[in-house]
């Protein structure tokens, strides 16, 4: 049984994702964690989440609890990325990481830590959306500068970052496939006397509203025809479910860095 570690459990995410865990017949939910601020602290899990017993009790701190687990699950924040990678690579574990908002040089640092432990990011962990990320370079590269390149995406009133990570792992394959710069071609909106769109552009577009899961499409505009290929996530299950098999892809590794692509070959 693959012993796992789900941080931010009393989070959208992650109360989903112990869940998952507690359901798959391959993991055992060994520690369950949440900000030290948290005044449910010391509280058992399962009655947390309405849900039979674990006896598990939820902690504030991921070093008291992470000697006797294998692979720890972060749908966290950026800020507390740092402290939980240095923690994880301290004790030699394996991480899944699905938090977004992220900053170059802390995705640079996932990366990096690939060189010690085993660890998995992606931005979003379903399979219709790596999917997505695997066909929009290619579909990019068959029409190439000739159709003008936007990115739509929508997600619920509550989250905090836009574009989503999702968006901005489309952008990257967008521009890699095309030979262009993400940081440099890529116009977040419009408004006002902007002039007219260049050869270049990669638009990003980001709504949110309501209780919408995750919408993501990118546009191809051409002149008089229009391709789009879109993903509509119904449920934030298929995140979970992931989440869940990236912790097992990772459970005999002993170091490097991965994708969700990785886990679906």
Partial sequence: MIKICVLGALGRMGSGIVKEVVKDENTILAAVVEDKSCPKIGQEIGSLLGI???????????ED??????VVIDFTAAEALENNLDIVKKYNKKI????????L????????????????????????VNLLFKIVGEAAKILGDDFDIEIIEAHHRFKKDAPSGTALKLAEVIADSLGRNVNED??????GIVGERTKKEIGMHAVRAGD?????TVMYGGIGEKVEISHKAQSRETFMKG?????????????????MLDVLK
Avoid: W, Y
């Fill in 52 to 62: 039979d017993k674990l006896d598990v009790n939820l902690s504030g701190s991921l």
């Fill in 105 to 128: 040089e802390q995705k640079q640092s996932i990366k990096q830590s690939g060189n010690e432990i085993a660890c998995l990011f992606s931005p979003n962990m379903s399979v219709g």
């Fill in 243 to 259: 989440a869940v098999r990236a912790a097992k892809f990772l459970a005999d590794k002993d170091k490097g860095f991965f994708d």
């Fill in 96 to 103: 899944v990481i699905g938090t977004t908002g992220l900053s």
């Fill in 212 to 216: 919408i899961v995750g919408e993501h």
């Fill in 186 to 191: 890529c116009v977040h909106g419009r408004e």
């Fill in 65 to 70: 609890v992470i000697e006797n687990v294998d």
